[in-house]
Nanobody, 117 residues
Framework: QVQLVESGGGLVQAGGSLRLSCVVSGSIFVPNVMGWYRQAPGKQRELVADITSGGRTNYADSVKGRFTISRDNAQNTMYLQMNSLKPEDTAVYYC???????????WGRGTQVTVSS
């Protein structure tokens, strides 16, 4: 019954900022890896950034220097701070979590991010 729920999406102008949140519920274990993925219309879902339980981060080249991924294990929450947004960042952003002990690899329903030019 693990659930991931994203929030924080919205409509912003180019150059603006948003902070996305993903709350994990129903797990007695901390996710080994959590990540943000995005999918634009007609395109494949792609990794934006991920973060391990120990805090190691990884970013897509397209967002390096602009986005920051973080997590609060005590709150079971992952964040994506998105700065200097560009129209090409427009997509549905999905939260992913991997919990090895529970054999879990699941997704949230996504939150829409739209960046206007």
């Amino acid at each position: 019954q693990v659930q991931l729920v994203e929030s924080g999406g919205g409509l912003v102008q180019a150059g603006g900022s948003l902070r996305l949140s993903c709350v994990v519920s129903g797990s007695i274990f901390v996710p080994n890896v959590m990540g943000w993925y995005r999918q634009a219309p007609g395109k494949q879902r792609e990794l934006v950034a991920d973060i391990t339980s120990g805090g190691r981060t990884n970013y897509a080249d397209s967002v390096k220097g602009r986005f920051t991924i973080s997590r609060d294990n005590a709150q079971n929450t992952m964040y994506l701070q998105m700065n200097s947004l560009k129209p090409e960042d427009t997509a549905v952003y999905y939260c992913n979590a991997v919990i090895i002990r529970s054999s879990y690899n699941g997704w949230g329903r996504g939150t829409q991010v739209t960046v206007s030019s």
